[in-house]
């Protein structure tokens, strides 16, 4: 009779064993630097692409605050507009009134003095 040797496993509870790992292949030179080379590729596209995304972003920022500028000029331009032609209409009233009261008294004391400063202040608005 021989001797034998055994060698029992050892199993606890209910984890099962863990499944024995192949190991990693191995590459040689040229493939791993096809490899970074790609990878380097990949990030560098990624980095540009993040660039221009950024990029855009602030332009589309700039021309944002320019445009809201530009509203708000336009906004105060037209107002300034439309309170210095009611000033000249005024002045124009006041200078019509003040000359066919001069030249034409007769007009004045008649009442046609409104109908006059009314249709040369008229005339003036729409030229």
């Known amino acids: 009779m021989s001797i034998r040797a055994v060698q029992f496993e050892e199993f606890s509870g209910s984890e099962a064993a863990a499944p024995a790992q192949a190991p990693a292949p191995r590459l040689d ?12 590729g990949k990030g560098r596209a990624d980095g540009f692409a ?8 602030r332009a589309e920022s700039e021309l944002r605050m ?30 019509c009134a003040a000359l066919f009261g001069a ?19 008229d005339a003036l608005r729409r030229a």
């Open 29 to 40: 030179a040229e493939a791993l630097e096809t490899l970074l080379a790609k990878a380097r």
């Open 50 to 57: 993040e660039g221009v995304a950024m990029a855009e972003a």
């Open 66 to 95: 320019v445009l809201d500028t530009l509203t708000e000029q336009m906004t105060d331009a037209g107002q300034l507009r439309q309170s210095v032609e009611t000033e000249v209409a005024d002045a124009v009233e006041r200078i």
């Open 103 to 121: 030249i034409a008294p007769s007009l004045a004391a008649a009442g046609y003095l409104g109908e006059i400063t009314a249709a040369v202040s």
